[in-house]
């Protein structure tokens, strides 16, 4: 068996290979991805680790209904100013 990933590998690698086509991310859960993630690295938490990517700029989280998603930071969708469309919904 080759070398094992580490989590940065292992993460980008998810995300190419389980998004479904048309889509630029994968669904953490409902792709499978944290449960591959935590047989792949034996227990570990796939939440903290995602984090720690997120913070360092490797990987973009966006959180949705059930879950997160995860994109590639180069692919990621522009964050959405919700504070901004509330206050222009409000008339201020």
Sequence with gaps: MSEKLNYEEFV???IVS???EGYK???T??????????KYFEGEDPIKITNRL?????IV???????????LPE??????????EALKKMGL
């Design 18 to 20: 389980l998004r479904k």
């Design 29 to 38: 859960v409902y792709s499978g991805f944290n449960e591959a993630f935590k």
């Design 61 to 71: 989280i966006r959180p949705v209904k059930g879950g997160v998603m995860l994109y």
């Design 12 to 14: 980008k690698k998810a």
């Design 75 to 84: 692919e990621a969708p522009a964050a959405k100013g919700q504070a901004d």
């Design 25 to 27: 991310g994968i669904h």
């Design 54 to 58: 997120s913070e360092e700029g490797k």
